[in-house]
């Protein structure tokens, strides 16, 4: 009944949109394991400030914004996104070359197809049961995301203790790779003092440390995930019992992530 030859197109997108969205996802999800690899390779390299979550969103949001160009009519320009100037010559050249043949992927080399697993590949172990969906925010509600819990008595962890607690310690960051629902307070120059001085741990000039709660680390190694696991060495936790000026500030740190806040900048490399 309409007339208009853009608003009747329009509205047969919006029918099929709903199969579109999910085969695009389909597609992504047969990449996702090299995404994945790519970021937990970042995140070792650069450091624990890495959001491995959030770059794999923006490598797949910029997927899209290239493979809007099969569809240019050769006038409109595609925007790209904010870090892609910084993008390798080479990494911009295969794009406007595969752009050219009309084709979003590369031929098909000899050796491992999209599908196939990653789990033996180094610093994969463990993880590739790792499911990312893309899009999909890490959820920060439930008693463990309430503040409340976090008394004058509550035990924590040092993050670098509870990685190799759980078998993670040739790795680091592995843990909130694997597990992003943790909460994780980055201890701050003056916290770092008072660890250093009750020789919790060494003094660390500008490396970040990450404080963990002794409970979630003691129910993950609890969980059927690692429980069984030759690698569990409880006993590297060495929980503390942190002063109550520095308790109140990780319950306001928690109260900011569960309202969905960000949190501060890190000030440097990992621990």
């Not at 990494?91 to 000899?110: F, I, T, W």
């Not at 120059?189 to 979630?216: N, V």
């Not at 503390?240 to 109140?248: G, L, Q, S, Y």
Request: hydrophobic share 30%; charged share 30%.
């Amino acid at each position: 009944s309409f007339t208009d030859p853009a608003v009747s197109m329009d509205l047969l997108r919006a029918v099929l949109q709903p199969s579109i969205n999910e085969e695009i996802r389909g597609v992504f999800n047969k990449y996702m394991k090299f995404f994945q690899k790519a970021a937990i390779n970042v995140r070792d390299n650069v450091g624990e400030e890495v959001n491995p979550e959030q770059l794999i969103q923006e490598t797949c949001r910029s997927c899209l914004e290239q493979a809007k160009l099969l569809f240019s009519d050769g006038k409109k320009v595609v925007p790209r996104l904010p870090h892609e100037p910084s993008v390798p010559k080479r990494a911009r050249q295969m794009d406007e070359e595969l752009n050219r043949r009309g084709s979003p992927v590369p031929k098909k080399r000899k050796g491992r197809p999209p599908g196939q697993s990653l789990a033996n590949d180094r610093g994969v172990s463990g993880v590739a049961a790792w499911k990312l969906k893309v899009s999909e925010p890490v959820r920060r509600d439930g008693p463990k995301w309430d503040p409340s819990r976090l008394t004058e008595t509550t035990t924590f962890v040092l993050g670098s203790r509870a990685n190799k607690a759980l078998g993670m310690g040739g790795t680091r960051g592995r843990l909130y790779i694997k597990h992003p629902h943790l909460f994780k307070y980055a201890a701050d120059p003056q916290d770092k003092h008072w660890l250093a001085e009750q020789q919790h741990m060494r003094a660390t000039g500008g490396k970040m440390a990450y404080l963990l709660i002794e409970e979630d680390i003691r129910d993950l190694a609890a969980s059927e995930d690692y429980r069984d696991s030759v690698d569990l060495r409880l006993e590297e936790l060495k929980p503390f019992v942190p002063p109550p000026w520095m308790t109140e500030k990780m319950q306001k740190h928690m109260e900011t992530l569960r309202r969905g806040g960000d949190a501060p900048p890190p000030e440097g490399p990992p621990e």
